[in-house]
């Protein structure tokens, strides 16, 4: 019951903290936003590693081997494609701040 | 679980949380999708310690080939086809969610270790995972042009849809109930049924909605994943789940709505009404006049008569590869002491931002650039609007409550309050949603350059120069 609460507690407020984390944020940056956060929720493959390891029975653990693999995808593919687009965003940004700069 | 991991979760959250701040300004922003991706290490290397080794071949197989083809394929796709790609790692995403909670329940029939809890949880997580799996699929069949493009539709869909969520919950409760309402299916049996109908079920949410709005489709998708993860770690007890499966959800959402709103379009009416295809109608338009003027006659005019420019860039603009020539229009503006402006629309680009990117590549100075709500109250008192490539973002028609079209409710530049407005354009073509824009007929206020944007561009520039 204990470790429920705790977890109920989490819950309430990591969503409170999602919720005020993003406010006015220039158009600029909503859809590296939606690609990062997206690459972020690949934290689901720490869920996939642990129930393939306690699978004994074959098809559950095709069903896990599943989960992992479309967990790496999801991690590794949404922070790369991120990368990119926000690569892609760097050098005309960074010749602005120098310009303002000077 | 042990304190070390414990802690590593802790730091792997914080990382997250860090680098999602970082993500709001462009300056830190992709220091802070490293930042993330640390954390996100962190957290996975944390896992290897609590689980049996037994199994970690198998998991370093499936780990492996995931991450290579998401290497490979975020490495190879184009930024145009950008939005699909996010949606197809969305949507493995919700698909694990779904996958584990189906294993974890099968572990709790069968090993006799049941939670209230959990054996409620199970059920949400297959539908929310799955509802995001075969949702984001279908975006993506959309936006490649695979299939379902346009609104796919038929009668009584709404009817269907909630009939189809009324059966999951009965599946659901004979899951937690141990099969007391359906004797005939048993609690694994009703959670594999669950998985399939939820799978139905994203794909029947998806298919009405148009290709247009699916940048807001996939940022939802995004943030219903998230919260399949969260509901996945009151599965598994696991904090690290319900910490970054529920930031996601929460950010998710509020991020839907910024962009639902940027755009105009009320995140009710997309999903409920299933706006019909753009363009699908192509009538006739019949001839109109026009006021065809040469490049000679825009560049007397703003010689002579133009203080304040207002320059508002199109996709056109970067499909003819203008922005150089853009660059020297404004320097010719202001040798001869005008002042020039740029009104960039959310979504004058392929995706919003893109835009900028491309005008501050081209040596325009970030501080001319102005969003649509700080260019809008410009346009009173400017003489000369210059629209280069772009017709939907300043249509009049979209905010004529008179008139059904699929851009009404958009918010556009207000050209139309500048005294003249000067279109650089190929022809009278109708934009991307096809609708015809009344303001080229307007023979007092607005003058036609038929022109390809770069030529156009240079044309008026020289003739600027001249005169």
């Known amino acids: ?102 | 679980m042990q304190v070390a991991t414990f802690l590593a979760y802790l730091a792997a959250a914080a990382l997250f949380i860090v680098g999602i701040r970082r993500l709001r300004r462009p300056e830190t922003a992709r220091s802070g999708n490293t930042l993330a991706a640390f954390g996100m290490t962190i957290a996975l290397v944390a896992t290897l310690f609590v689980i049996e080794f037994r199994s970690l071949l198998l998991i370093g197989i499936a780990a492996l080939l995931g991450a290579v083809i998401g290497a490979f394929s975020a490495q190879r796709v184009k930024m145009t086809a950008m939005p699909q790609m996010v949606a197809a790692y969305n949507g493995v995403g919700g698909g694990a969610a779904a996958l584990i909670a189906l294993s974890e329940f099968y572990h709790m029939e069968t090993g006799g270790h049941e939670s209230v809890v959990a054996t409620i949880t199970v059920p949400l997580t297959i539908l929310i995972g799955s509802v995001s799996f075969a949702g984001s699929a279908v975006a993506f069949a959309k936006l490649q042009e695979i299939a379902f493009s346009g609104s796919v539709s038929f009668p009584l869909q709404q009817v269907v849809n909630a009939l189809l969520f009324l059966g999951i919950l009965v599946l659901a409760a004979n899951a937690i109930l141990d099969g007391a309402i359906l004797p005939f299916l048993s609690p694994v049996a009703s959670v594999v049924a669950i998985l399939a109908s939820s799978l139905v079920l994203g794909v029947l949410l998806v298919i009405p909605i148009g290709g247009a709005d699916m940048p807001i489709v996939i940022s939802l998708l995004n943030a219903f994943t998230g919260l399949a993860a969260a509901a996945s770690g009151f599965v598994l007890e696991n904090y690290i789940l319900i910490i970054g499966g529920t930031i996601v959800g929460a950010s998710g959402t509020i991020l839907t709505r910024l962009m639902s709103s940027a755009l105009g379009r009320p995140l009710g009416k997309i999903i409920f009404a299933g706006i019909a295809a753009a363009g699908s109608s192509k009538e006739e338009l019949e001839e109109r006049p026009v006021h065809d003027a040469g490049a000679e006659e825009v560049g007397e005019y703003l010689a002579d008569e133009a203080e304040k420019v207002v320059i508002v860039p199109g996709y056109g603009l970067a499909v003819a590869q203008a922005q150089g020539a853009m660059h020297e229009l404004m320097e010719a503006l202001e040798s001869q002491g005008k002042e020039v402006l740029f009104g960039i629309h959310p979504v004058a680009g392929r995706m919003p931002g893109h835009m900028n990117v491309l005008l501050t590549e081209a040596g325009i100075p970030y501080g001319k650039l102005y969003d649509l709500e700080d260019i809008n109250p410009e346009f009173e008192d400017t003489d000369a609007a210059i629209v280069v490539g772009a017709n939907d973002v300043v249509n009049p028609a979209a905010s004529d409550p008179e008139q059904d079209t699929p851009i009404s409710g958009m918010p556009i530049l207000e050209v139309e309050k500048a005294n003249r407005v000067i279109f650089i354009k190929r022809s009278l073509s109708p934009g991307f949603a096809g609708v015809d824009n009344p303001l080229f007929y307007d023979q007092d206020k607005t003058m036609m350059l038929f022109s390809d944007a770069k030529q156009g561009l240079q044309d008026v520039v020289s003739a600027l120069r001249s005169s």
């Open chain 1, 1 to 102: 019951m204990q470790e429920l609460l705790a977890q109920l507690a989490i819950f309430v407020l990591a969503a409170f903290l999602g919720w005020e984390l993003i406010s006015r944020v220039p158009n600029l940056l909503h859809t590296p936003l939606m690609s990062a956060t997206n690459a972020i929720h690949g934290v689901i493959l720490v869920g996939g590693m642990i129930t393939l390891a306690a699978s004994t029975n074959p098809i559950i653990q095709a069903v896990g081997f599943v989960a992992v693999f479309f967990g790496a995808l999801n991690v590794v593919g949404g922070f790369w494609v991120t990368n990119r687009m926000l690569g892609m965003f760097g050098p005309p940004l960074k010749k602005v701040k120098k310009r303002r700069k000077g």
